[in-house]
């Protein structure tokens, strides 16, 4: 027997057409299923499935974002460029939530600042690709679209679109998000394990840093301890997930009505964004992000117009929701300088209170002699430092730092104060897709992040 009290608002058929829409649209970057009768029935069975995250975790957040917004709090966002299936191990997701949590205490201690945590895991499985086909030598194949479409191996049988991907992209987010709630929620992420987080992973300069900021939160912990205080905050920790809202086969099912008021949620993660690739106004995806209530991010590249960007807030939040809309910019280090004060200006004359987050890996891509996409690490500082420099000049507020990180000791990214070389590029490039910041690197840029932090907020 039902025994709540609170009523049940089913949505509108207004609402329901509403989120078809995008049917009906130009779509850019999903695949080309070879049996669409399979994803058809995949993503019927995934409507079946239960959410994965839910409603008020949602609106928890859309919170926390706002506080951000105002310059209150600072977004730590970071993951994989592509998870993988086979990467949804326990050393690997542990690796990296320990990782994110070293940066947000770095982040926190540094800058005295509320850090709010979301892992770009649990569902980052999707890829939108700058050509449909790859072709090496005499060979042409599909490109790999992420695990969830197809396989990264270089053969026919593996780069077929297969949408048995779909049910298990759903399964591996729900097995990676389970970890990640027991992690957050079980002790393990409890301030008083400071120092463990650290444990097992090389010594090096950063980590040695890191160990002394561990030392002073441990001697406050046990100043506070004897004084009496004892707080939940300490033991657990809000962590969100998020990923880009590429794949709509997956996303649709998985978006659900809120029986509290009747409105749309995805519920595949938290937050969502949307690509630089997926961003027109009149395209499927800005138009089915326009009808879900979640937090949600635009990447906003080097070609963005002070228009464009107005015309995504009036279509993105006609409301003006505190939290609603984050802005995730990605210039490159030579270009966000002269690109990104017009935007924050132009934001300045009109009523909109949008969520500021650096994203300084996508505009800074290479490609080495040798074949390895790449970043040099000082890119990755200097997009950063620009973000600060921008905010500060014209008095709106940098609220947050989107990476693509791991917490392995992977040779991916040029420089940090390993030196990684290009000879060392081979030693243990493992990402499938765009080149992630090892645990060191990740860590030395929370450190400078914390420095620029506190020197706009002094
Ligand atoms: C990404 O985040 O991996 C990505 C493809 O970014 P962007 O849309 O900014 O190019
Ligand atoms: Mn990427």
């Not at 542990?94 to 895991?121: D, E, F, H, I, W």
């Not at 679209?145 to 729900?174: K, W």
């Not at 505190?322 to 690109?339: E, H, N, S």
């Not at 008095?395 to 990180?405: A, D, F, K, Q, S």
Request: aromatic content about 8%; overall charge negative.
């Amino acid at each position: 027997m039902d025994d709540s009290t609170e009523p049940v608002v089913a949505a509108s058929p207004q609402v329901l057409a509403g989120l078809d829409h995008w049917r009906t649209l130009d779509i850019k970057h999903q695949p080309t299923w070879p049996d669409p009768t399979a994803a058809q029935a995949a993503s019927a069975q995934i409507a079946t499935f239960p959410p994965l995250v839910f409603a008020g975790e949602i609106d928890q957040l859309r919170d926390r974002l706002a506080k951000a917004a105002r310059g209150e709090a600072f977004l730590l966002q970071g993951g994989d460029c592509a998870e993988t299936f086979a990467g949804a191990t326990a050393d690997q997701i542990r690796s990296r939530v320990k990782t994110l949590l070293q940066m947000a205490v770095v982040l926190t201690y540094g800058a005295s600042m509320p850090v709010v945590k979301m892992g770009r895991m649990a569902g980052q499985f999707a890829k939108p690709r700058s050509s449909d086909v790859e072709a090496r030598g005499e060979v042409t194949l599909p490109a790999y679209r992420g695990d969830i479409v197809n396989g990264y191996d270089f053969t026919p049988e593996s780069r077929e679109p297969d949408a048995a991907r779909l049910v298990q992209g759903y399964h591996t987010a729900a097995s990676t998000l389970n970890l990640v709630r027991a992690f957050t929620q079980g002790g393990f992420a409890s301030l008083k394990e400071v120092h463990s987080w650290n444990r097992g992973f090389a010594s090096n300069p950063a980590n040695a840093r890191y160990e002394g900021l561990a030392r002073e939160i441990d001697r406050a912990i046990r100043f506070m301890e004897a004084a009496g205080a004892d707080f939940d905050e300490l033991r657990r920790v809000e962590f969100y997930t998020g990923h880009e809202g590429l794949l709509m086969d997956y996303e649709r099912p998985l978006t659900r009505i809120d029986s509290r008021n009747g409105t749309p949620v995805a519920t595949s993660a938290h937050f969502l964004w949307i690509g630089e690739r997926t961003r027109d106004l009149d395209g499927a995806h800005v138009d089915y992000f326009s009808r879900i209530r979640n937090p949600i991010g635009v990447k906003l590249g080097p070609s963005t117009t002070p228009q464009a960007m107005e015309a995504l807030i009036d279509k993105l939040d006609p409301e003006r929701e505190p939290g609603r809309l984050t802005f995730i910019t990605r210039m490159g280090a030579g270009k966000i300088r002269d690109v990104l004060p017009g935007l924050l200006e132009h934001v300045k004359t009109l009523d909109a209170n949008p969520l500021w987050v650096t994203d300084p890996m996508h505009g800074n891509g290479v490609t080495t002699p040798t074949g390895y996409k790449t970043r040099r690490f000082d890119d990755i500082v200097d997009e950063v430092k620009g973000f600060f420099e921008s905010h500060r000049a014209v008095g709106t507020h940098p609220g947050g730092i989107h990476v693509e990180l791991t917490g392995d000791d992977v040779t991916e990214c040029l420089g940090g104060s390993e030196h990684i070389d290009e000879a060392s590029l081979a030693t243990r490039y493992e990402s499938l897709c765009d080149p992630r910041l090892n645990h060191m690197q990740s860590l030395e840029l929370a450190f400078l992040v914390a420095e620029e932090l506190s020197a706009t907020t002094r």
